[in-house]
């Protein structure tokens, strides 16, 4: 408990949290180890759980039978793994697999949604967090989509 | 006029004259990327400063700017080329024994002196590395461990400089590798320059930035919100220069004669600029 | 000068006068070109005697429009310069920079001959000794001085001549010129007609000037003269007025960049780069070499390279990546007026305009570089005193 009270309190995404909060959070959140190769999240599965990676590197990737399994994005110590469970239908988007023996957060996604439905100060705190992951995962979805080592267009 | 009378008599360099140079290496880097290694064919030019360029010429094909990627003692030049127009290919397509024009060197350096010191972010695209090798290079040499390196590509096969790569990294530098995408074997992270920069735990006192011009804007300002200041962040611009002195007035991005007052410039004197379009 | 001894000034024939003058510089082993009418128009060219100069001739200029008038006057610079200024001369709009010729195994390069003889200008006006001082500045830059413009304008002799009737389109008062050369020639001529007849004063700028005047052997000046050449400076002054701050516009144009009146131009500019290529200053150039084909089929064995005039109006003036930075002639005319009143100064420490109003002038769409300047100026004040709701 203690640890999980710890990672929470110095994870980047829950920063500037109360105690209070973190206590909340702590009751249904766990720490957990996976060894590099495991799937946290397959596409269109329910997305029942949240990571917040404390070590370690995750890959979110795109798959189909016609194409190579691509790495689009990599997810990294401090990041966080998915918004899919804070948004309808709440079903994971894409494949994230552990790259690296993973040391992280997992925290009950449906509870934690239930807490900010009713504590928005902390659904504010979460929306924001998660606009912040959103925003980068944008931008450089917009650069891998211009190319931006390509030649000119 | 009386200061014009001694004119006729002033020494007559001419700064268009190419000195000739034969290549006597040939690298492939990457399917479209090669790192020629030169040697004057009798005298050479004057020495190199990192981030500055020459003037590449191939006989009846054209001359393009290339920077200097690497020089070495014995007076070679190293430039990194990648086949793209017509005089890009010619250059790429040389073989060892082949003549090739160089003018320079031209331009600006990146500002070795003032980084001594400091902690040092160096942030380098696709072929942007090359322009930031010597730079990269000398800092290691002075002090690695206040140095990361973030070095971005389309994927692991365009990564320029393996060996260099590890020999940082063995050196004490941090350096931090991503592509756009990969497949799992990949070590390094995938996603832009901005993300590796947005994630560093290490802070940083200024930096140089090389690459694409998009990855250059959004990764000066993602060094700025690490806390850098604009005017300790310097990128290399390019546009097409001809001449490499400031005379045929075609590289002009506002009041900079980028081949005269660039490549490398100071962010905060051309963010303005770069945020208007077509100037 | 001089020196110590009072500055030397000789009262000279418009006709014989003159023709002695050209004779003489000549003589002297200079080039002499001075302006001539040909093809309905003034052009600067070679001259063997003064009667190759106009006589009674006078312009009508406005935006769009430049004609030629002929009168019994008999007066030798009532004229005002055509399309063509003397950068053509210092800066040729197509020169042979290098030949480069293979050999054994690597290449050789021989340069083009220095001129042969200096040249002597004649009937310099102060915007055109301003537009040489100008690109003075850029060519013989001392970190990269250009051997040929060099050359070429080595040991230059100016006989400068004061603007007795301005054109409409002229505004060399606002940017920080006037009718009058001040300095940096060797000579200066003013023609004056009134009731103590016609005449030319001639004074000297410098000490070849001065010996020049001095073996023409000319009557001395008196004061009558001397107060022709202030009145005549005086009211050609004073009928052009001051139209725009010039000295002002690199400030104020500074933040124009993204102003919608540049697209307000480019609704009239035909991107035709007219402007450029009659402009006294503008610098801007291609280098290329040239590669005859070889009628056996061997290998190529020499390459001339080029440099000819450029213009910022052409489509890939600016390029990155192969591709037009400059893309609309909305950005294009931006360049070409900001470079001009404004980032010049940044640059090379002076104006890049010397308000000759050629831009004007020989503009198909008669587009007012003056009026365009000041339309921008009023705008940013607006848009100043308007204030923002951002901030």
Redesign the interface.
Known sequence: MNEIRQSLATHPFFAGLSERRIDTLAAFAFVRDLPAGEWLARTGADADVFYALIHG?A???IHAADR???????V?S??VIGWSWFVEPHRWHFDV?A?DDLHLLAIDAPRLRAECAVDHELGYHVAGQLTRVLA?RL??AR??L???????R | MDSLADLGTMPAVEPMEPTPYRVTHSRRETVDVTTLTLVPVAAGLASVLPGQYLMVWAFGVGEIPISVSRTLPTGEVLLTVRAVGATSTAVVGTTVGDVLGLRGPFGTAWPLAAAAGRDLVVVAGGLGLAPLRMAIDAQVAQDPTRLSVVVGAREQPQLLYADDLQRWTAAGARVHLTVDAAGRSWHGAVGTTTAVLERLAERHEMAFVCGPELMMTSGARAVVGCGVQPSDIWVSLERNMHCGIGHCGRCQLGSQLLCRDGAVVRWDHVERLLEVRGR | MTGSHAPVAVRLDPRVGLDALVRLLAADGYRVLGPVVRNGVVEYDDVMSGDDLPTGVTVEQAPGRWRLHHDDSGLRFAWTPGAESWKRYVFPARQEVLRIRRTDGSFAVTRPAPPERPFAFLAVRDCELRALAVLDRVELDPSHPDPRYAQRRAGTFIVAVTCGTPAATCWCTSMGGGPQPGTGYDVRITEAADHHGHRLVAEAGSERGAQVLIRLAATAVDEHDLAAVRSVAEAATQSMGVRLDGAALPTLLADADDSPHWQVVAERCLSCGNCTMVCPTCFCSTFSDHTALTSDGSAVVETVREQSWASCFQLDHSALGGRAVRATTADRYRQWLTHKLATWQEQFGTTGCVGCGRCTVWCPAGIDIVQEAAALVAERARLNSAGDFRT
């Open positions: 590197r890959g979110i990737e190579h399994p691509l790495v689009v994005a990599t990294h401090g990041d697999v790259l980068s931008e450089a650069h891998q211009v190319d931006v080592y390509g030649l000119a």
